[in-house]
């Protein structure tokens, strides 16, 4: 083994403990009390993983640049999806219909006497 390949699994092996830091810091925030922040913070640390397998083990740091244009249109477009379904999910209104169940107990020997 040549000192490229040595200092290469070097770098995979920084990168997997980065990977597995961030792991254990998405579970241990799970146990802190943010409220809504959790998801904020724990969407960062996803983030952050994507971007660490992307960049190291998908190899975009030396890829093309058609590559990294097409890895970028990707990225773009799935958020252009989560921005659409998010306005879509806050613009809804919750209405009752008539098939549903009431929600308030029932006097079942009231209706048959």
Known sequence: MNSNEGHRYKDDVKIWVAL????LL?????YLKLGAWNSVLNLFIAVAKALLVAI?????????P??????VTALLMLAVLFG???????????RGTSWQAPTGPQDAGAAGS
């Open 56 to 64: 190291y083990f998908m190899n975009l740091r030396r890829a093309s």
């Open 66 to 71: 058609i590559l990294r244009i097409a890895s």
């Open 20 to 23: 597995v830091a961030l792991l």
């Open 26 to 30: 998405t579970f241990g925030s799970s």
């Open 84 to 94: 659409l379904s998010g306005t879509d999910y806050s613009t809804r209104t919750v």
